[in-house]
């Protein structure tokens, strides 16, 4: 039987095990049997991960912010728009997507200027949700 050192501790042991990522053989206190890694691996994995799961969590939040910031200021304006104006004209836009379709609904006198500024703030949404796709793509690989 073959007795040498395990690679992180240097304690001697017949049975070492090999860490599929590193190469390393290791005794059994330092190895993760379920992962077939050593502990060293799994720490540096482990930071990885959570790192990752961190910015994920993080951003969708700050989209979900934005967005409601931006709704919330449009009503804003709407509202002092109507005060200093005086009479009830309204003109407004509706976007709804369904999957990659938009469709957009306008109504009142300005209607066509909504609609361009549904159709622009949608264009907007598309190049931005495939730039923050592709930012997480490019941060996995």
């Given at each position: 039987?073959?007795?040498?050192?395990?690679?992180?501790?240097?304690?001697?042991?017949?049975?070492?095990?090999?860490c599929?990522?590193?190469?390393?053989?290791?005794?059994?206190?330092?190895?993760?049997?379920?992962?077939?890694?050593?502990s060293?691996?799994?720490?540096?994995?482990?930071?990885?991960?959570?790192?990752?799961?961190?910015?994920m969590?993080?951003?969708p939040?700050?989209?979900?912010?934005l967005?409601?910031?931006?709704m919330?200021?449009?009503?804003?304006?709407?509202?002092?728009a109507?005060?200093?104006?005086?009479?009830?004209?309204?003109?407004g836009?509706?976007?709804?997507?369904?999957?990659p379709i938009?469709?957009?609904?306008?109504?009142?006198?300005?209607?066509?200027?909504?609609?361009?500024?549904?159709?622009?703030?949608?264009?907007i949404s598309?190049?931005?949700?495939?730039?923050?796709?592709?930012?997480a793509?490019?941060?996995e690989g």
């Amino acid at each position: 039987m073959l007795i040498e050192k395990c690679g992180i501790c240097g304690k001697l042991a017949a049975a070492l095990y090999l860490c599929r990522l590193c190469k390393r053989r290791v005794c059994e206190e330092h190895f993760r049997l379920q992962e077939g890694i050593c502990s060293l691996c799994y720490s540096r994995l482990s930071v990885a991960t959570q790192a990752t799961e961190t910015l994920m969590s993080v951003t969708p939040f700050k989209l979900f912010l934005l967005g409601f910031l931006l709704m919330l200021v449009g009503v804003l304006v709407l509202v002092i728009a109507a005060l200093f104006k005086g009479e009830a004209a309204f003109s407004g836009a509706v976007t709804i997507i369904l999957g990659p379709i938009p469709i957009i609904i306008g109504v009142g006198p300005y209607a066509f200027f909504t609609i361009l500024l549904a159709v622009l703030l949608t264009i907007i949404s598309f190049v931005l949700f495939f730039w923050v796709r592709k930012q997480a793509l490019e941060s996995e690989g």
